[in-house]
């Protein structure tokens, strides 16, 4: 069963710190990999898609690593701030030509305190 | 930003009212789909539209319905609401067409409350 596993299930950090979310997936054949921040009440915003060939991507304060041999995946967020307070969803794709299927994970809620 | 919109924000309704949902693209996008999420949990594929006048069921077995009459509109009905159906719904396109890194843009969502 293809499936996408996000950890931690919530995460409380300080303004100003640095912090690692991790995405484990089983989707195969694997196409691409995407990260999305989610602000309450809103819709998913993309900020990384990564191919298989792809190791490192960033976007500002985000750097999204993808290790395809393990089918593990971290997004790193530098010098947090107030408004990265959110939730952020990895998901995966299986297949190449068009958008194919997406898995989704369930998200890792992270808080940001002053 | 993405140019997708959809209407209402909120919604609260009484059991067995026929309500529709309104989503509207600006960019083009030939491919159109509507997700449901529910609080802590991940995003259920109920419909998609890969352009007009085509629509498939998604992963999630859903009693709504939709219909791509324009390029540009994926409205999503419920003939008969029930508490069960309350959810956020959360409209999307995927463009320009093809590739593995082709973007997949989402709405601000409809929040539906049955009572």
């Known amino acids: 069963k293809n499936q996408v596993e996000q950890s931690p299930q919530s995460l409380i950090i300080l303004e100003g710190k640095n912090c690692t979310l991790q995405c484990n997936y089983t989707v195969s054949p694997f196409s691409n990999l995407r990260w999305y921040k989610q602000d309450t009440g809103r819709g998913p915003v993309s900020l990384t898609i990564?191919?298989?060939?792809?190791n490192t991507k960033s976007n500002g304060r985000y750097t999204a690593t993808l290790d395809a041999d393990t089918k593990q995946s971290s997004l790193h967020i530098t010098a947090s701030q107030l408004s990265d307070s959110a939730s952020y969803i990895c998901v995966v794709s299986d297949r190449g030509s068009t958008l194919g299927r997406l898995y989704f994970g369930r998200g890792t809620q992270l808080t940001v305190w002053p | 930003e993405a140019d997708i919109y959809q209407t209402p924000r909120y919604l609260v309704i009484g059991t067995g009212k026929k309500i529709t949902l309104e989503c509207s693209q600006t960019m083009g996008h030939d491919k159109m789909y509507w997700y449901q999420q529910d609080p802590g949990m991940e995003l259920h594929l109920i419909h998609y539209?890969?352009?007009?006048?085509?629509?498939e069921k998604g992963d999630l077995s859903s009693e709504s319905t939709v219909s791509r009459i324009r390029t540009e509109h994926f409205p999503l009905t419920l003939e008969s609401a029930r508490p069960s159906h309350t959810s956020q719904y959360l409209c999307a396109s995927s463009g320009p067409p093809g590739g593995t890194k082709e973007k997949l843009f989402f709405g601000s969502g409809t929040q539906l409350s049955v009572l």
């Open positions: 990564m191919t298989f060939s792809e």
């Open positions: 539209s890969y352009g007009v006048n085509s629509t």
